[in-house]
């Protein structure tokens, strides 16, 4: 694949604590040089890019960020609050402890509600593969698919390790048909992003892409 095209998957990404204005600017002027799919940010900025970039590129933005485990009437208010705020897309993260629990009902209302606060736009149900055992993300496919989610996503890039070429394999063969997989986190190369593709990953969470595309010192750092 060409480079330019493999950037039309990315979901140009940067969501550290110290996330200045500057930076986020940054991003989204990349984003829109580069053409990505969006660019994912932090809630407060939302408001800010939106104006910013007037429509040019889809603004995404993350829920429960990074633990998930605020409560679903938290999640939900996150939610409406960023799409009034002009997000196009949102990146939720899952009650991983309610998943050990077994509260499957609970997770697959929760993802239902934040997915109808959406209002018709993209939710994408971060699971967070490096802490599931392989029973549990096969659980977390069938309980995306069920809630009616559009994609099911690999990782926050906050935890102890991001996508794997293994869970992404996994996700594709068990969501349903209607479900797109996101791999993020540790996406390093291009090798590695056209590789996810080939897998199945329809959306790739990284900002990598972009600083070896600028010939960036610091290519190799980063979600």
Known sequence: ????????????????????????????????????????????????????????????????????????????FETKDAIANGASEIDMVINIGWLKDKKYEALEDEIRQIHEACGGR??????????????????MCEIVTKAGAEYIKTSTGFSTAGATFADVELMRTHVGSDVKVKAAGGISSFD???????????????SRLVKIMKNSPDAGAGY
């Open 1 to 76: 694949m060409e480079k330019k095209e493999i950037l039309k998957y990315v979901d140009h990404t940067l969501l550290t604590q110290g996330a200045t204005w500057e930076e986020i600017r940054q991003i989204l002027d990349d984003a829109m040089k580069y053409e990505t799919a969006s660019a994912c940010i932090p809630a407060s900025y939302v408001k800010q890019a939106a104006d910013y970039v007037e429509g040019k590129l889809p603004i995404c933005t993350v829920i429960g960020f990074p633990n998930g485990y605020s409560t679903t009437a938290v999640k939900v």
């Open 192 to 206: 590695d992003a056209e590789e996810f593709i080939r897998l199945g990953a329809e959306r790739l969470g990284t």
């Open 122 to 139: 993209i939710l994408k149900v971060i699971i967070e593969t490096c802490l599931l055992t392989e029973d549990e993300k096969i659980k």
